[in-house]
């Protein structure tokens, strides 16, 4: 590469590498970075870190602990941390900011300039909010903008009007969707009765959306939002436990199904072999459209999304798949029934080829249509869509293919 093509990568700050230690590890791990517990310091990371990530390091400490901690935090971090209280886990309202810097709009840009010039210079300021006595919010305008005006000119004739606004209550998550398609550096945020009361920064909003979206991976495999590497071996348990039993219990109905069909089984001991193969090729087909559709789901509102049309997207996809694997799987079949001298290889090859094609199909249409159903009914379609493919797979080509060699084999 050449030197003048190099972009230099910018050294996280104290705050972001504290921060991700908490997020990755847990709180004692952040405790045990600092040098352990020691209030100044405690109160210290506070300050730095957001109000969403400073609430839940501040409710790892005990109450002894806390009463110390409040004793040195500066009164500013106090009332955060108390008005992020106020608003449901993972909203706008949890992680956002006091104001940094605000202007009455009969301010001159040079008084607001001297008042900027006299903040803390790791403040990170982008923008300049404008309010009216009262607090209502009416403008903001860009640090960048600021500098380019006369410093006679008020603050009224240079703000943009037009104010990037999110509520307070709103789904973090859901800010995050809009903000993909915005530029925009820093939102304004208004409580229920449209007062101006914190803003929520770009860099905070794309952290915390690629935490969640790192904490929904995981709860498909029934790993708690909340567990970590620091997590007590007695919490991890009771966290993963249930979801194992849930799991446990649905591998039940596949194995039913092996017992219905014993006999064929018995008689054709290489369709125990390919039922591996089966399994795990439908369950591959049906986790890609699951994760299509998630991803969809992730950037979208359900609303916009047709299930129909996806639906008769993944039948083609799965057809065209099945036209392809199942013939190689069939092939596959018949040279192992022959080089082992088995009995009746055109009736198993032929089962073992319809088998796939049909449960490809099944498989791409279940792994679209769980999560958007589960979605439409209230439920988190990280929870259960694995749980719901992996069981419906399963039982669909274990049944398609011992059933079919059980049908066609009289037939040859």
């Not at 093509?5 to 921060?19: A, F, Q």
């Not at 009164?75 to 209280?85: D, H, I, T």
């Not at 993944?314 to 192992?336: K, N, R, S």
Request: hydrophobic share 50%; proline share 5%; charged share 20%.
């Amino acid at each position: 590469m050449h030197a003048g093509n190099h972009v230099p990568t910018r050294p996280p700050t104290e705050s972001e590498r504290l921060g991700t230690i908490l997020f990755a590890q847990g709180p004692d791990a952040l405790l045990a970075e600092i040098g352990g517990f020691a209030p100044g310091a405690v109160a210290r990371v506070l300050d730095a870190l957001n109000s969403g990530a400073a609430i839940r390091l501040y409710d790892s400490l005990t109450e002894a602990q806390q009463v110390e901690v409040l004793e040195a935090l500066d009164p500013r971090v106090v009332f955060r941390l108390a008005n992020a209280r106020i608003f449901p886990e993972r909203s706008v309202g949890r992680v956002m900011y006091s104001p940094r810097i605000s202007a009455r709009p009969d301010d001159t840009v040079g008084a607001t300039i001297e008042k900027v010039g006299a903040m803390d210079a790791a403040s990170n300021v982008f923008v300049v909010w404008v309010v009216e006595h009262g607090g209502k919010l009416v403008g903001w305008v860009r640090m960048q903008d600021l500098v380019t005006h006369a410093h006679a000119a008020t603050m009224a004739s240079v703000m943009h009007a037009t104010v990037p606004l999110v509520k307070a209550n709103d789904a973090l998550f859901d800010v995050y969707r809009r903000a993909l398609s915005e530029r925009v550096l820093e939102y304004a945020v208004l409580d229920d009765r449209s007062r101006f009361v914190g803003t929520l920064r770009a860099d905070v909003l794309f952290r915390e959306a690629s935490l969640e979206l790192g904490e929904r991976g995981g709860e498909s495999v029934g790993v708690d939002r909340d567990e970590r590497l620091s997590t007590p071996v007695r919490e991890s348990l009771f966290k993963r436990l249930p979801w194992l039993v849930l799991n446990l219990g649905t591998c039940f109905l596949p194995a039913a199904i092996v017992v219905l069909f014993e006999g064929t089984l018995k008689e054709f001991v290489l369709l125990a072999s390919f039922l591996t193969v089966l399994v795990g090729q439908t369950i591959n087909t049906g986790e890609q459209a699951l994760a299509v559709m998630v991803r969809a789901m992730t950037f979208a509102d359900i609303k916009t999304i047709r299930l129909q049309s996806a639906l008769a997207k993944e039948f083609m996809v799965g057809l065209l798949q099945g036209l392809v694997c199942g013939p190689i799987a069939g092939i596959g079949m018949y040279v192992a029934v022959t080089l082992k001298d088995q009995p009746e290889p055109m009736a198993l090859a032929v089962a073992t080829a319809i088998a796939t094609l049909i449960a490809s199909i099944i498989a791409g249409l279940c792994g679209t249509a769980t999560p958007w159903i589960l979605k439409k009914f209230g439920f988190d379609p990280a929870l259960t869509s694995h749980i719901a493919l992996t069981t419906v797979t399963d039982v669909a080509s274990i049944a398609l293919l011992l059933g079919l060699a059980q049908l066609l084999v009289p037939l040859f």
